[in-house]
């Protein structure tokens, strides 16, 4: 007789389903400033976030017509010095 349970495997899924989404479910979140040039912000995302030059622009594109935009997904310990890296830079961010 097997000891295959359907439910159980569902309820494993769901379970690992929760821990990935808590190990990678903080974001840097950019914020749309009147200083900061749109070479200063890709550059930035380029070099800290490791951004491809594309996802870069269009992130600063986002930024300054939505006010707003996530850069950046992951764990916390990860993000955060990428976010105080974009703070020194003058940028407006945040984790969340």
Known sequence: ????????????????????????????????????????????????????????SQCALIVHHKGKCDVKTGVYSDLEPQCSALLQRGLSAEIQ
């Open 1 to 56: 007789m097997s000891d295959w349970n359907p439910e159980r495997e569902r309820q494993e899924e769901g379970q690992d389903q929760v821990l990935t989404q808590e190990e990678n479910g903080h974001t840097i979140v950019l914020y749309n400033d009147d200083v900061n040039t749109f070479d200063h912000v890709i550059l930035s995302l380029i070099q800290i976030c490791e951004h491809t030059e594309e996802q870069a």
